[in-house]
């Protein structure tokens, strides 16, 4: 029969590192987004001394010790000696930014605070009132390191377990007896066990910009009589990015569209009642191609709308951009028009159809810019030649065709 144990694995706050991928927000917000990392950070303290754990694992990128100023690292000495007033250990590796080895001298970390800063795996046994419980081998960020080899311990150890930093395909961590592998430097958290042996990435406690969508927290570790180990994801974050993706008719009024944004925004509010959400808005369209929806006014209108309706408290929704995805087809009249609208279309079109044509874009470059050094890296093939044209089509649609009638151009798609 094995001691029971429990643990939070958590890492990659960032403290330093603000929120990105918000060109604009607004004055309630600011307070929110400024403090997440530490609000996040906070909670896993918080959680640590209501669960009364017997260890924290840090697996690195908690801070920038030289760019991160005063700040980060006052409010981790503050937390850890909370956590030594409880008798909770620390086990801190570093990461790519974090060398503890940089930590302030004149800051001394409490007692509590065991740190594996070096690339040399080192081993510590914790003990709970002079019982061993764990065997702990940690190591700094190495970027030599592929497969955990270097991590070695007696089959005899008591519940081993490994803390180090780094990215690693779990086929390749062959390190034999190790039980347990908490790993930083991943911000998308997974947890996945294989043959007795869990690979836990605890991921990011607080998201940092619109690809690191959904979730974000620590893992609370816990065994049974058994050794097994069993993870819990515990949420942290206090914002949280969350595109949504809605499918709409082209023949959709403003108002229809507006019941369905209002149908999903109440839910998503209603789904997180203690976050504030960014939700990103994109529209999927089908039918015939709808003029009004394409208007760069109606879109604007529209996104004031949401924030005006769900974007005013502190939690909640708060709608950062709304797009509309291409139409399927334009109405086929356009291209045979005599017109610049037509003229342009056309063209477009030749480039659609026929991927050999060049579309030189380094030609646009400044003359201060070695242009045949960047003309590879201007060169657009496949999916994303394409993007570019169909974006291109859309907007000479929207400046072209801007003072067209719109009922015009409605009845000639219908034709």
């Keep these: 029969m094995s001691d029971i144990i429990k643990f939070i694995q958590a890492s ?39 669960e009364k754990v017997d260890f924290v694992l840090l697996a690195g990128d908690l801070l920038d010790v030289d ?25 801190w ?16 970390l409490p007692d509590n605070v065991t740190i594996f800063s070096s690339t040399i795996v080192e081993e510590v046994t914790h003990q709970r009132k002079g019982r061993p419980v764990a065997t702990i081998l940690g190591s700094g960020f190495d970027p030599r390191r592929k497969n955990g080899g ?14 180090t930093y780094g990215a690693f395909e779990p086929q390749n961590l062959v390190a034999k007896n190790i039980r347990y592998w908490a790993l930083g ?33 620590c893992q609370l570790v816990k065994t049974d009589t058994q050794g097994l180990f ?36 109440l839910k998503i509010i209603s789904d997180h009642p203690e976050s504030a959400v960014l939700v990103h808005w994109q529209l999927a369209t089908s039918g015939n191609f709808n003029p009004l929806l394409r208007q760069p006014r109606v879109r604007q209108e529209l996104l004031d709308w949401l924030r005006h309706e769900f974007g005013r408290s502190e939690l909640g929704l708060w709608s950062v951009d709304f797009v509309i995805d291409p139409p399927h087809s334009l109405p086929g009249g356009w291209y045979e028009e ?8 056309r063209a477009i079109g030749r480039y659609q159809s026929d991927p050999t044509l060049n579309l030189a874009l380094h030609e646009y470059l400044p003359d201060s810019v070695d242009n045949d050094a960047v003309a590879n890296v201007v060169r657009l093939t496949g999916e994303s030649r394409q993007k570019v044209l169909t974006r291109a089509t859309m907007l000479g649609v929207e400046y072209l065709a801007a003072h067209r009638d719109v009922s015009e151009a409605a009845s000639s798609s219908a034709s």
């Design 12 to 50: 990659d706050f960032h403290l330093d590192q603000p929120l990105r991928d918000l060109p604009e927000l607004p004055t309630h917000l600011k307070s929110t987004i400024a403090n997440a990392p530490y609000t996040a950070a906070k909670k896993i303290f918080d959680l640590a001394i209501t």
């Design 67 to 91: 760019a991160g100023g005063c700040r980060p690292a006052a409010f981790l000495l503050s937390h850890f000696e909370r956590l030594a007033e409880k008798g909770i250990a620390v086990y």
């Design 93 to 108: 590796c570093g990461g790519e930014d974090d060398h503890p080895e940089r930590w302030p001298a004149a800051v001394e």
């Design 150 to 163: 270097d991590f070695i311990v007696e089959q005899s150890a008591v519940c081993p377990i490994a803390i």
């Design 185 to 217: 430097g991943n911000h998308r958290g997974s947890a996945q066990e294989k043959n007795g042996v869990w690979i836990v990435s605890s991921g990011t406690p607080q998201c940092r910009g619109k690809k690191e969508i959904g979730a974000h927290g």
């Design 230 to 265: 069993h993870t819990q994801l515990i949420e942290t974050d206090s914002v949280r990015w969350l595109p949504q993706k809605l499918a709409i008719a082209e023949s959709a009024s403003i108002e229809e569209l507006k019941n369905v944004l209002t149908e999903r925004a």
């Design 338 to 345: 005599d017109t610049i609208l037509g003229d342009y279309l």
